[in-house]
């Protein structure tokens, strides 16, 4: 090869390496591609995977159960034993035999167990599917208010770095103004104090941001050495909706495809066929068996293959067994499976119930954040308007600095709860979209 072929080669294969590693290191991490992530690497989902293999095996080994049996068996057999000569002396000898055999059974008849239990396993698969599907939606969940917390911490912080700029602004007007005598001394002290106040809170926002970073983190199993770093999406751009999905729709919605009311309702189903099975106890069992077999025996006038034919057997048996006392065994287990179907039922009303409470819950959290923030948009527009107001009278020595400080709070309380409210209104609605079947995205 050319070297200068050669050396295009490796500079162009370093950039694209420099630019790959450098594009990881400073990747800003969606809500989506955060919970994307978790849904491909957490290990409650594996876990759940791995069970829903597990109960494949058992569905294919029960639809087995169903086929014949076939084995081939064979001994070898090696005796020697003394015999007596005609001179009346003795002589060790030795024979060899052999024997084979090819078996078969199958089951004609069992009460219906072997079909039921296939049915069973069926559904065991279905219901480790909807139980993957219950560990992602809780991941789904998880990561989605874990992230609208980090977002939530990052505004708030942003909020106390614009105070500490308003305190450190006012400082040094505080100060121009005693230059000329319009303020005292203490006036310049106390807006320290509230500078230094502003400097502390500042440092426990950043500490909140951090562990709310750090908790996304864990929820992701990202490895601390691994870089991370949320994507923080313009404020403004997240918008509340003014209105809200229909209760009656959410729970009719979620009814229709939540998983944990699918897998109530196959918890009916198996215990229903476990009743049958145990009922199939009472029942007769039919078997069939067959078999082929032949051997050898050393020291014959026959050849090996002569032997293999003329000690070749066929054998054809049918058994029946009939249970007539099985020490109360079956009507045990009836009746504990008319238990547990009953205990299945109460479970299904329950997870309807569970989850009735959980959407009510989560519509009114939606409902009251969305008027909380409808309201703090409002207060915030006028305890603005007031802050400056007092601010430019402080300036010109008609405001004291109590009054001014007091106007500031209102104004930063205003900004914090207009802020909480629209991150909870937020975080409410997303997941009562989910609830809906409605993929989460900001």
Partial sequence: MDRKVLLTVIITTLICFYNDSYSQENKKWTLRECIDYALSNNVSIKSAEISVK?????LQQAKASMLPSLSLSSSQNFSAQKQERTDESFVTKGSY????????????????????????????LKM???????????IEISVTQAYLNVLYANESLKTIQKSVELSEIQVERTKALLEVGSKSSVDVAQMEAQLSSDKYQLTLAENTLAQAILTLKQLLEIDSSQDFQPFFPDPDTLEVPNKLPELSKVYEATLEYWPDIKNSQFQIESAKIEEKIAYSGFLPSINASASIGTGNISGSNYSFYNQLENKLNENVGLSVSIPIF??????????????QIRQAELNSISVRKSLLSAIESLYQDASSAQSR??????????????????????NQGMKNIVELLSGRQAYLSAIQEKSQAKYQALLSLKLLQF????????
Wanted: aromatic share 10%.
């Fill in 435 to 442: 609830y809906m079947n409605q993929p989460i995205n900001l």
């Fill in 326 to 339: 099985n020490k109360r065994a079956t009507k045990t287990a009836v009746n504990k499976a008319q238990y």
């Fill in 373 to 394: 923030y409808k309201a703090s948009t409002e207060n915030l527009k006028y305890t603005e308007l007031s802050y400056n107001q007092v601010l430019e009278q402080y």
């Fill in 97 to 124: 035999t052999g024997s084979y055999a090819l078996n078969t059974s199958v089951t004609l008849y069992s009460g219906g167990k072997i079909s039921l239990n296939r049915q069973q396993q069926e559904i065991a």
């Fill in 128 to 138: 480790n599917e909807l139980t993957l599907n219950t560990q992602r939606n809780n």
């Fill in 54 to 58: 597990s109960s494949l095996e058992d």
